[in-house]
């Protein structure tokens, strides 16, 4: 079958159209012609051999799919041969055919595309995860999301916009990309390279009165986040694109604000709890993409043999939404 | 009737035996005749003037009581006159009567002297908060708790035990409380005045082995905390006796470890959380002590006319265990 391969030839990893073999459906998993797939920024780190493959993992790149099932494995109940479903993969997706567990792919939104679709189940997944099961946000709490612009950040304006009474807070660095904030239901969406974002929320509202931060920048904003943040606040670390060591730890602000703090990431989780993950997500939400009130955010569109463009496009953070690859 | 207060005459608070007006029991309150209190460390805080009241609460110290009912209210529906109760007080409990909301007494083990049984509300309901809701520690898993011969600790290490498949590490400061730990049921006391506590939990385990800790020391312990923790670890702060302020923070291992760091009190938690948090404690270990599988660790006793005396031995940190005044 078409996939795409990593390759070195030139001393620098780059994504070539090749070919690998058909994968095996198991018993619990289904054959997918995979009409697009999408990029994440592990799939740079997997590429340049940063990031280990999970064990029994395809080697091939690609965490997320939209597609056909071709066939359904005698164990998979949910779905069966010409189901258009997405999902998350421990690998895989960047290929002509993919295999996926049956608990781990939804149906894909009737009115969307399959390009559209593809965008959907990291950065929806992830976020719900950060928000929901991590964070736990209440109905008529306040949110702050960091970087709302990036894929996991527009996912989870949407969702926290569609939890009842929820103030939205969150951060972006250019004037279109908080006009996409703001768009997407975010209350106020603050230029973090123009303004103290703490200070700003602080000047609005009761000082800490921020009840759960999503967070992927990490040191640079600590202090500030936990300053911000309200008694039983919850401090959700899903990245630390900005750096990892701080100081000054006040331990005393933990205690005395009930705080939690929290890290995760969604790739090394076990099967079973992406699959509860899919599952209460899709029984929630699934059903908000047919409406609009939930929305990819896509950022650009290539043909599968320009995924080096694509992979380039994402390194230089010039993207705002996520960048699919189709046509495999 | 009789209480004790605080005479600041000589400069320097010490409790004092006088008279306080009788309280009031509201509708869904139960006035109590106290048969016997215990101290807490906030005690010591608040007759220094270090710990502001809870609003509504009583001026009279005492966070804890075992007594006898001696009225109860119109909405009290849980014990009525003659009941032998326990609980946790907003304050109140050094004097001849107190009053507790209906929902926050739980009924005296029978088997257990008022003493003893009012050595229970505060380091077992903190305790429990601590593993269960804050730790959410589940069967088989590896919990370290830090200064194990204390209330909280001691009670922290019973609880544990009779969770199925844990394994317990403690930390104590002398050979005496090392066996005590050892004989409420940890695997293993470590004498941190000795040893490094983290080196020897490396030595017979796995790294990054222990699934739940639960902390009262704080800054000094941090860096051996989060590096002892397992993929998915909880680290609860209950207290931060040996300082608040801690460098070098790594938010990387938080992220990669998927760890959750968690500080909360007791005391300033609304009357639901407590009233909740005293019916599950009630019903899954009050029949404990009556088999002996829990018990509390009472360190003294002291007539109440020598509540200053039991004061200053908290205060020098002399007591392994709870310090009871009766006779009041």
Known sequence: MKALIIDNASGTPVMVPGTHDKPEPKPDELLVKVEATALNRADLLQKSGNYPVPEGASPILGLEMAGIVEEAGSEAHHFKAGNHVIGLLPGGGYAEYCVIRDDHAMAKPPSLSFEEAAAIPEVFLTAFQGLFWLGELFEDETVLIHAG?????????????????????????????????????????????????????????????????LDFVGAPYWHQNIRLLAMDGRLVHLGLLGGVQTDNLDLGKILKKRLTIRGSTLRNRTDEYKALLTKEFSDHFLENFEDGTLRPVIDSMYEWEEAEEAHQRMKHNENAGKIVLTGM
Chains 1, 2 share one sequence.
């Open 149 to 213: 612009a990036s894929g996991v950040g527009s996912a989870a304006i949407q969702l926290a916009a569609q939890t009842s009474g929820t103030t939205i807070f969150t951060t972006a660095g250019t004037e279109a990309k908080l006009e996409l904030c703001e768009s997407l239901g975010a209350d106020l969406a603050i230029n973090y390279k123009e303004k103290d974002f703490a200070d700003i929320i602080e000047d609005g509202n009761a000082s800490s009165s921020v009840d759960v931060i």
